[in-house]
Antibody, heavy 121, light 107 residues
Framework: EVQLVESGGGLVQPGGSLRLSCAAS????????MSWVRQAPGKGLEWVSA????????YYADSAKGRFTISRDNSRNTLYLQMNSLRVEDTAFYYC??????????????WGQGTKVTVSS | EIVLTQSPDFQSVTPKEKVTITCRAS??????LHWYQQKPDQSPKLLIK???QSISGVPSRFSGSGSGTDFTLTINSLEAEDAAAYYC?????????FGQGTKVEIK
């Protein structure tokens, strides 16, 4: 079964850091680009960052540039999002998502259950 | 940034009725437009990829059409389990963006 399981969310103060992880199973992880998408409480979906299957190319929304770093370990079938200088407005559920055909610009066919990040003092 | 505008924001529909949700892009996205369903407290689920391509396991009452800047998601013969928020998403141009969502309620 194709599955994505996120972890690493929690409560952090403004200016703090968190690292999210997404463990993948059931498919050849290195063949697929992956994304992080977030959803603030009661709001819509916002794409945050993506990474190519090899990890050689990364992409960021303006809201994440300079503060967040996406990476992957294909030997561990795991995707990461390092979030620094967190702001109250980063409070959201963070989902990892698999790209359908594997290309960077693509539909997201598999989503994790999400991990909650709360930035508050 | 390409802005996707969905209409309506909210729709209350009786079972077996036909539902039409539109997504308009601020510039052409070709056919790189996808639709998702998100039920309360669940992750989004891919319904339609590349404007009109069906997804295995998704009921045939869901269909998509359009190209360029105007797209439509149609739900034929709505069922109670279709109560959800629906989002369009473009993967044509960075940053990839989502519509604001359309909430479908069952009367």
């Amino acid at each position: 079964e194709v599955q994505l399981v996120e972890s690493g969310g929690g409560l952090v103060q403004p200016g703090g850091s968190l690292r999210l992880s997404c463990a993948a199973s059931g498919f050849t992880f290195s063949n697929y680009a992956m994304s992080w998408v977030r959803q603030a409480p009661g709001k819509g979906l916002e794409w945050v960052s993506a990474i190519s299957g090899s990890g050689g190319s990364t992409y960021y929304a303006d809201s994440a540039k300079g503060r967040f770093t996406i990476s992957r370990d294909n030997s561990r079938n795991t995707l990461y999002l390092q979030m620094n200088s967190l702001r109250v407005e980063d409070t959201a559920f963070y989902y990892c998502a698999k790209h359908y055909y594997g290309a960077p610009g693509d539909a997201f066919d598999i989503w994790g259950q999400g991990t909650k990040v709360t930035v508050s003092s | 940034e390409i802005v996707l505008t969905q209409s309506p924001d909210f729709q209350s529909v009786t079972p077996k009725e036909k539902v039409t949700i539109t997504c308009r892009a601020s510039q052409s996205v070709g056919s790189s437009l996808h639709w998702y369903q998100q039920k309360p407290d669940q992750s989004p689920k891919l319904l339609i990829k590349y404007a009109s391509q069906s997804i295995s396991g998704v009921p045939s009452r869901f269909s998509g059409s359009g190209s360029g800047t105007d797209f439509t998601l149609t739900i034929n013969s709505l069922e109670a389990e279709d109560a959800a928020a629906y989002y369009c998403h473009q993967s044509s141009s960075l940053p990839w963006t989502f519509g604001q969502g359309t909430k479908v309620e069952i009367k």
